[in-house]
C-alpha cells in the first residue's frame, strides 16, 4: 500500500485524548471518531480489525461452527426473555420520517448480544440427544446505548463483537465445554501477544445469570475494572464479587466506657471521623434495605462499602434496595444516617462483615437523630452474632480469605467473558430436547463473547511507547513501513516495494513527495509496524537498506535477498 | 465439516416459497427467515456469503482501500444533506424503553447507505489536489424500511452490501474512474459464474442523482425488473428510463367525421374501448401534472403510461405529480377520466407522445364529463405540435428509436449499480479541495454499491434445477459432499474425509447414523455442492470412489490420489 493512497492520515496532537491508546490510533489514522461512541475504521484501523478477527475465527471454528444473524429482530424477541424493560441499554428501531413510518411502523431492537435471537433458532433446528452439544458463533456489530462512552473503543455505543453459544444436554456437559471455550480463549490472547498479561476471574453474573461468570482482564492502568490476585494459585476475581478479608488494625488493649455522641447533621464517615477523632476504620457504616423477604441491615467497617451482590448472597435474597427515608426511620428510630448496630428492632435480620468483628472501642450510628454511639464493645453493648459474613466491596491491601495472603490488586480491562447461562433462555422459550429414553429434558446453555474491536483499543492500550504505537505481529495492519529518502532512492524504493509485495510481504510505502525525512521518521514511529526500512543514499552505501525493528534501537543494513528472508518469516 | 455439527438441517418441502431460489436457500438449511425481511445465515449460507464477498474485496482491492463505518450516526448527518426527511426507507435509533432513554436519549439513523457519512470523513483528510483522486470502500450491514420485503434476499430490512465511493477533481476524472469502476464489477460478476448473464443498464438516478445512473442487471425469469436491450450493439436500458418508438399499428384509409359520444361514467382504457369497439391503441391517454413551471398536459397512445421521469426531462421540469382533482377539472372542465387533447385552454403547455402521431381516426377525452371524442384525425381537428415526444413507458415490442430495431425484452434482477453523484454531497458538506493554483474548486464524486446478500439470493435464482441448488465452484460452500453408504464404508469415509481435508479440499461429509441413502442423496442435490463423493461397497468393488458432479449425470470411480487431484484442482 502507498501511504498516499491510505486516506487516512497522521495527525498532529493538537488536543487531549482518554488515554495514550486512543492518541494513538487516532493521531496514527487508525480509527475517526463520527460520534461519542462510534468510530470510523479508517484503512489501517481496518486491517488490524480484519486481523483480530481472523484470529478469533481461526479459534472459535475448532470448537463451534460460524453464522450471521440479523442485527434487527422483533421487540418480541426481547419480550419473550422479559428483558425488553429491563436492559437498559437496549437501542430500539422505528421509522425515521413519516413516510417511512407509512410503510412500515414495526418496531425493532437492535441487538447488543444475540441470546434472545438465537435460542429460537436453534429449537427450530436441534431438538434431540442426537444434536447435542452444538455450538455457533458469529463476528458481528452490536449496539447498547452506553450513557457515557469513553476511551476510545473500549466503551462504544457501536462495536464489534464475537458471541458464541454452546446447548447441552446437562449441566456436566457445559461445564466441560465451559473449559474448552476457556482454553480456545486463551489461545487468542496468546495470538494477540496479551497472554501472559490476561487473567481468568471470576465476576458476576450481570444480566444473564445468578451464577457467577468469569471475564478475561487485560492487566492495564487505564483499564476501568480492579482485580484481585491470589498469587499462591493465580486464582483472579472481579473487585465486584472478591471475597475479602480485611487486615487486622491494631485495637485499644481496654474498653473505654460507651458513650452517646452528639454530632448535630455528622453524617458519613469522613466527617464523621474527623469529628469524633478517631480513624475511619474505627467507625462502622450501617446500611437499610429493603428484600422480598424484609428488612435487611448490613454493617461495614467505616473504611469498606457494602457489597450487595454479597449482601443478597448471604441473605438468600433475589431483589435488594436501600430502604427509603420512611422505612430507615421506622427501623430505627432516627433520620437517615444516624443507623447504628446498637438496639435495632428484633424483627429485622442483621448482617455483620467480619471486618467489625475484631473492633475494640468502636463508633456506632446512635438509631437517634444527630447521636453516635463511641466506645462500643462486644460482648458488653451488644451481642456478638452467631456469624459475621464478608459484605464488603473488596479493596487493595485486602487478604484472600482462605489463604489469609494479602491479594495483589491491580487495574484491568475485560477482554472476553463466558457466562453459563443454565436454563434461563431455552426455558424462555421452551427449548427443550427429546432424550433416548423419549422425555423431554431441559437444555443447558453457555455465552461466550469476545468484544473485536475492544480488544484492538485494548492492544493500542498496551503495546505503544511515548513515540507511538507497536503493533505485535500478528495483527499488525503492515510488517514493513518503507522510506525512501532523497530523489535518487525512489526508484530503489518502488523496487523493494514491488519485490517484498511480491514475496508475499505487506509493506506501506511512505511515498509521500512533500513530507520531510524527519516527519516519515515520527510517523513510522507513530503508525508502528514492526519494520522500518530505509533507503537511501547512505542505506546504499553502507551495502543497502537500514532495517530497524520498532520494538528496538538496533539498526542493521541488509541486501535485497536478506530483507526477503527477514520480513518473510 | 461433519454434517452433524452444521446447527442449520434440511427441511421439508412443506410450505410455498416465492421462488425455487428462496425455497432452497431455506430448504437446504442456507437461510433462516427471523422476521419479514430479515434471515440468519446458517452455517452453509454464511460460507457462501463469505466467499462472495471475498471476491468482491479483492476486485474492490484493485481500485480502492478498505474502511469501515458505523452503521448509526447522529440524525445531523441526513439532516445536513437534506435526506432526513426524504428517504422514506430510513430507519432512526432510539433507546429502547425508559432506562436506555434516561441513559443517552440521542436520536441516530440506521444508515441504508454512507454518502452521507463518508462525504464529511473524507473532507477531514482529503483538502489538496495531492490527494485526489481517492476511492474507498466497505463491506457491511445495511438497514431499509422496506415496506414489503420478498424474494427471500432479493428485498430486506437488513442486508449485506459493498459500497465504494470515490472522489475527484473533475467530471473528466470521475468518468475515468466510473469505467474503472465497471470494468472491477465486470470482474466480479465473471468470478460469481454470472459474467455471461449480467448487462450494464442505464436507469434513473433515484434519490442520488438526476443524471443517468448504471445498474447491472442478471437476466432472471423472476427478476423484479424489466431490461430492453439493442441487439446490435448490447446497450440494455432499464424500462423507467428506455427510450422507446411504438410499432407503427395499420390505421384506416380515410378520415371518418369526428364524433362527439356520450359514455356515462366510462372511465379507463380498457372499459372506453370495448364501449367504443376500438382497440385500445386507437385511444389516448392524456394526464393532467401539476409542476414548478405550472400545468403540463401529456398525453400517450391508450395501450401506453406516461413515464413521468422521460415527462420532466422533456418539459425540463423537476418537480412533478399529478394534478388534483379540482385543478383538472378547472383546465379540461370535465371531471377527472374525460381529459384529452382537443379544445385544452391556451395557456397549458401540451406534450404528445410520439405514438400518437400516425394514428388515423383515434379517440381523445371530450374535456366534458362522460363524453369522449371519437375519429380524431390531425390537422382536421386539431393542429400537429411541433414536435412530439418520447414520454411513454417502454413495452415488450417496442422498438429502440436510433436505429428502430425491435428490443430484446427480458426480466432481470440488479445486481449493482454506479452513481455519478457530481457535487451533491460534496457541496451539501462545503468539502472543497485546493487545487495546485491554490483555488478552492469543487470536489466530483460518484458511488458505486453491490448487495452482497442479494448477490447470494441472485445466484441461487439463478442456478439450480428442480432438485435444488447447483453452486459455482467460487462460492460453493463446500466443494465436495461426502457420503458413506453401510457400516462398512464408515472408516473408508472418515478417511477420505481426513485426507481430502488435509489436501485443502473443502469437504462436508454426511455423516449421519440415522438417515437413509436416499434421504443422503436428495440432501446432496439440494444442498447442491459442486462434487458428489459417495464410498460404499460398491464403489470399492468398481475400483474406489464414486464420484458425480452437481451439474452432470455421469459418475466415476476414481481412487484416493485421482480423487484428490480433481477436487484440489
Not at 150 to 157: A, E, F, Q, S
Not at 377 to 385: S, T, V
Amino acid at each position: 500500500m502507498r501511504y498516499t493512497k491510505l486516506f487516512g492520515k497522521t495527525l498532529k496532537a493538537d488536543k487531549e485524548f482518554d488515554t495514550k491508546g486512543v492518541e494513538y490510533l487516532i493521531r496514527g489514522g487508525f480509527i475517526d471518531q463520527v460520534m461519542a461512541g462510534a468510530y470510523t475504521f479508517l484503512p489501517l484501523g481496518v486491517r488490524v480489525l480484519h486481523k483480530i478477527e481472523q484470529i478469533v475465527r481461526e479459534e472459535m471454528d475448532k470448537i463451534g461452527v460460524e453464522l450471521l444473524m440479523p442485527s434487527i429482530v422483533p421487540t418480541e424477541y426481547w419480550k419473550r426473555t422479559n428483558r425488553f424493560d429491563s436492559v437498559d441499554v437496549l437501542f430500539k428501531v422505528v421509522g425515521a420520517n413519516e413516510g417511512s413510518l407509512k410503510k412500515n411502523d414495526a418496531e425493532y431492537v437492535l441487538n447488543p448480544t444475540h441470546e434472545d435471537v438465537i435460542t429460537p433458532t436453534a429449537k427450530k433446528f436441534n431438538f434431540s440427544y442426537k444434536d447435542l452439544p452444538f455450538a455457533v458463533y458469529q463476528i458481528q456489530t452490536k449496539f447498547r446505548n452506553e450513557e457515557r462512552p469513553k476511551t476510545g473503543l473500549l466503551r462504544t455505543r457501536e462495536f464489534r463483537m464475537k458471541d458464541l453459544y454452546s446447548f447441552h444436554k446437562s449441566v456436566e456437559d457445559l461445564k466441560a465445554f465451559y473449559e474448552v471455550a476457556r482454553e480456545a480463549y486463551i489461545q487468542v490472547y496468546n495470538r494477540l501477544g496479551l497472554g501472559d498479561q490476561t487473567y481468568y476471574t471470576a465476576a458476576s453474573g450481570g444480566d444473564f445469570t445468578e451464577e457467577y461468570s468469569h471475564e478475561f482482564q487485560t492487566r492495564l492502568e487505564t483499564g476501568e475494572d480492579l482485580i484481585f490476585r491470589v498469587k499462591s494459585n493465580n486464582q483472579c476475581f472481579n473487585k465486584e464479587i472478591a471475597p475479602s478479608k480485611a487486615v487486622a488494625l491494631e485495637q485499644d488493649s481496654e474498653m473505654k466506657p460507651m458513650e452517646e455522641v452528639l454530632g448535630k447533621g455528622i453524617i458519613g464517615v469522613d466527617e464523621l471521623s474527623k469529628f469524633m477523632g478517631i480513624k475511619p476504620s474505627q467507625t462502622t457504616k450501617t446500611l437499610i434495605f429493603e428484600s422480598e423477604k424484609g428488612i435487611l441491615v448490613a454493617s461495614v467497617r467505616g473504611d469498606y462499602d457494602v457489597n450487595e451482590l454479597k449482601l443478597k448472597k448471604v441473605a438468600g435474597v433475589k431483589e435488594l434496595k436501600l430502604a427509603s427515608d420512611e422505612t430507615v426511620e421506622k427501623v430505627t428510630g432516627a433520620k437517615v444516617g444516624y443507623a447504628g448496630i446498637v438496639n435495632l428492632p428484633n424483627d429485622v435480620e442483621v448482617f455483620i462483615d467480619d471486618s467489625i468483628e475484631p473492633l475494640i472501642n468502636f463508633e456506632t450510628g446512635g438509631n437517634r437523630t444527630d447521636y453516635h454511639l463511641a466506645n462500643v464493645n462486644w460482648g458488653r453493648d451488644l451481642q456478638k452474632p452467631k456469624k459475621f459474613h464478608d459484605l464488603k466491596v473488596a479493596k487493595s491491601g485486602d487478604l484472600y480469605p482462605e489463604t489469609s495472603e494479602e491479594y495483589e490488586a491491580f487495574k484491568a480491562s475485560e477482554v472476553g467473558n463466558i457466562f453459563p447461562l443454565m436454563t434461563k433462555f431455552t426455558d424462555a422459550v421452551d427449548y427443550q430436547f427429546v432424550d433416548a429414553d423419549g422425555k423431554s429434558k431441559p437444555v443447558y446453555m453457555g455465552s461466550y463473547g469476545i468484544g473485536t474491536s475492544r480488544l484492538l483499543g485494548v492492544i493500542a492500550e498496551k503495546f505503544h511507547d511515548d513515540k507511538g504505537m507497536i503493533w505485535p505481529e500478528s495483527v499488525a495492519p503492515y510488517k514493513v513501513h518503507l522510506i525512501a529518502l532523497g530523489e535518487n532512492a525512489q526508484e530503489e524504493g518502488l523496487k523493494i516495494y514491488e519485490t517484498l509485495t511480491k514475496a508475499g510481504v505487506e509493506v506501506m510505502w511512505d511515498d509521500r513527495g512533500g513530507a520531510s525525512a524527519g516527519e516519515k521518521f515520527n510517523d513510522a514511529d507513530l503508525i508502528g509496524l514492526p519494520y522500518r526500512i530505509v533507503v537511501s543514499q547512505k542505506s546504499l552505501e553502507k551495502g543497502g537498506y537500514e532495517v530497524k525493528k520498532r520494538t528496538g534501537e538496533e539498526i542493521k543494513y541488509l541486501n535485497l535477498n536478506s530483507l526477503i528472508e527477514l520480513t518473510s518469516r
